[in-house]
């Protein structure tokens, strides 16, 4: 039933990365300046770095798995040990946009420097990077060449395939570890009234029951399991604890392994069998499709 | 209980028509050219010609199910073999405008031009079309008399009824397969940001309960269940295993029968009990109701 | 635990009523008149009457339970049989406005228009009304008086309490059978994306559960299951299912009644133990709440 | 696997506060005055404080178990005896505003003034009140200041712990107990079109099972269940029977316990272990996030 295993596999059927966004203030602020004034909106996303993110890191070591953790360089800028906090314990930092507005909303210009103003934060501190995912996933057909350019591994940001697979940009060939929303905490369990960020706070029973079946998908038909999560959410006690237990189901399962990121994407850039995709934007007529 | 067997019915209490809306990048470009530079945008609906339709054209096969294939004419024409790949395995392929864009949006002109220009995409490359489905379902009390007036058998876009009905037009009768919100999968897991296609993200179990229900429904009253589903959605790895699930319980009903439209249009054409409507817009005093 | 029995409940615990709104085109004719020329949404709504309600005056003949059907003049008017047949099967047919149109959206002397408008519709084809419920339960504080005015016996529109109350109005007083958003099947199953009437698609397995738990609430606190159902959306194969299952429920209830309307509104007119409201405006200050 | 008992939470793994916001009229009114003419909707809100609260107040003696009610000035003063009638049953009120606008649409002059109007109300009833909660939750970084200033114990509306915190302002030390979307019955139950307060209507089923997980997920880490309800929304017969069974399940766990939000503060204001934090705004570079 299921597909032939290519080598990014190893001996799984579906691979699983635990990936986690650490945004803290940044998707606020990148909506208005003038939510810095709301103390509540504010607390709710200082949350995820100073309480989420420490019980998420105890609960990897205690399950012993790794992951990766996307940090907006301003999160790094403005909490100087935060990046390092994760890489000692054996976790991959990767690139998150340095202000996390999304690239869609910015000149070319402007996504380059925001870019760059993130890996020299990272550089500053000493932290090494290997991939990038982009703030919203909004993702410009720029976006995977800057990648390339700034000689990353991977990128994390688009939907194309449910698999790993090889982007031939401009500037080279990188690894794509496509995300999708339906594996993200956000639509789940994200409230704010202002900024708007979301209307509806679902149980964890639904969200581990949503997550296992999408796993189970991903065992019967191969895949990529990655999992995007939010320290300022998903590091509430209950829904800590479903993250925890579908872990530990992941874990049940003898066809799924898990990796860090970088570590998936040598491996998957090593494989042959590697679809390759040359992302570009449709032909449109503009008779066809207005403005 | 049940309603006296019309001739459209067969032996079942209920039939299945399973459709899937080949959409790819249509929906989001009729909401605005800008969209083709949001490049996760455009990889999040590419997914489904290039992932979810072979993936479920897979699941067809292997349960040996016939199903019909609404192809926008723009999808068409921009992917030069995907119709011939559905027809090849033995399913219809059908017509779902050229543009995507809704005919209530357009003027009567614009209307028939689209639709004239997806039936010249499908004539060129071979395909035989039968039916037609709107945009968005968002037929205009025009639609219905051009599939009559080309020659099609049947449209698939109204929601007078739960079992197919007659459309009598100014250029003939058709026959209607009525579809509705509930057993279409885009209002269950449609999820965008930009532009806005929907908010919510169920869990497959949850969709399967939904349709599980409605059939069950359609069984001891008897009607059509019409399902839509989008391979950029349904052809996610957890909802192609929930669309499984689905068929292989429709299958173990032994009042339960499976047929592409186009040959339930010819059946129910035939059928002389059929309810004949004769839609028009309702009488409305400006009075009552200001625009 | 549960509070002394009032003379309205009779031997129940808690009294249902079921309630029809037969809305047809109206709720989408009054968001804007050129709503009239989208034929799906026009069949959308003309599946109320002409395939839901059928089918629900079949389940409620089946079940042997009374009913109460809110109809608009407009729909009565272009639909000439339609209150006839619900009143020939033992139902209560009552006054649901004449447009749908909500009175907070009128004049008040729109809204006596409106109201007195429909009274005539149903005067002139012999149906007695016993009761009424404003368009989208939006009551004015006139609304009342109107009803007390032209001698009707209830109203139903208002959230005041879970048990009737009697309503004090400068033409007399009137019994009040309150409603609420969690007993009405529109904010669990409507969906329209223009105009915008909702855009949730619950299962019926949710909805049974959630009308179940609100009756067992009522059954000991004591209290009035006033249910609001939508012929163009219950009328669905699935969703009458789940009906008849609530239904038989209740039946299956020993302290459970059912009653229509009028009925009920007579005993509870008679009930010397009634709470009385004098509805009026809070007393606002302009400088504490700016309009 | 918990953390550490601090002695805020005495024997206990998890303390569940039991909190009620007595709204009224004030979240509608603040969204605009002419929502004073719409009679439905102010009897919604009016159910709370004269059906809904006289059942839970029942509720909580039957359960003994005490509770903590919010209550804007204006409703207090627009229902004399409300306040009182709570106290006497041995609940705590506390203060919410005097008109539930939220502090974030005001000037600090404006803010102080309704903060400063709500004690005056209070004082001159005799109600001893001993905390603060902004209304929405929506304080600014004044709002701590005026809590401290006005010789309050805590405040209870920021979200950056899901544990009792310190918070230092420059009028002194107060206890921070904090509040989170998914413990609100709000986000759950809350329904109205104009104005608009929420758009999805849960069942209670789902609602206890939600609260469940994070009480035991608390129990798991250690933590404060500060529940927050409202008496227009959980004051229903279903909802009453889900928040019992909710205090019940809560009852049934020996390492849970209750409080009064003002015993918990002095607790928690004499323990040395609790962490203190400096709320302040984050320093934003217009350039990195204009307005």
Redesign the interface.
């Known amino acids: 039933?299921s597909k032939t295993h290519n080598t990014w596999q190893g001996e799984a059927a579906a691979v699983v990365t635990l990936t986690f966004d650490v945004d803290a203030?940044t998707p606020i602020?990148?909506q208005?300046?003038?939510y810095?004034?709301?103390?509540?909106?504010?607390?709710?996303q200082?949350?995820g770095p100073?309480?989420g993110l420490p019980?998420i890191l105890d609960l990897l070591d205690?399950l012993v798995v790794p992951a990766t953790f996307f940090v907006p360089g301003?999160v790094a800028e403005?909490r100087p040990g935060l990046a390092a906090s994760i890489a000692e314990r054996g976790h991959e930092v990767a690139h998150h946009s340095?202000?996390h507005?999304p690239p869609?909303s910015m000149t070319p210009q402007e996504e380059r420097a925001d870019f760059e103003r993130a890996l020299a934060v990272f550089d500053k501190q000493g932290i090494e990077i290997l991939g990038h995912r982009?703030a919203?996933?909004?993702?410009?057909?720029q976006?995977?060449e800057l990648v390339a350019e700034y000689g990353l591994r991977y990128d994390s940001?688009?939907?194309?395939?449910?698999r790993p697979y090889k982007v031939a940009t401009a500037a080279g060939e990188i690894v794509e570890l496509?995300v999708?929303?339906?594996l993200d905490d956000w639509?789940?369990?994200a409230?704010?009234?202002?900024p708007h960020i979301?209307?509806?706070?679902e149980?964890?029973?639904?969200v581990l029951?949503?997550w296992r079946?999408?796993?189970?998908?991903?065992r019967?038909?191969g895949?990529l399991f990655n999992l995007c999560v939010h320290p300022f959410l998903s590091g509430?006690?209950?829904?800590?604890?479903?993250l925890r237990q579908f872990i530990e189901y992941a874990q049940g399962c003898s066809d799924v392994s898990f990796a860090r990121c970088g570590d998936l994407a040598a491996v998957a850039a090593a494989d042959a069998g590697l679809t390759v995709r040359r992302?570009r934007?449709?032909?449109?007529d503009?008779e066809?499709?207005?403005?």
Chains 1, 2, 3, 4 share one sequence.
Request: zero cysteines; hydrophobic letters at 35%.
């Open positions: 039933m203030e602020l990148a208005g300046r003038e810095a004034d709301h103390a509540m909106t504010m607390s709710h200082a949350y100073e309480v019980r205690e301003w403005h340095y202000s507005r869609t982009a919203l996933w909004e993702a410009t057909w976006t995977g940001s688009l939907m194309g395939d449910d496509p999708h929303w339906s639509e789940q369990y409230f704010l009234p202002a979301g209307s509806v706070i149980s964890p029973v639904k029951e949503l079946a999408e796993l189970d998908g991903m019967h038909y895949g509430r006690p209950g829904r800590a604890m479903a992302p934007p449709p032909e449109v503009p066809v499709y207005p403005g």
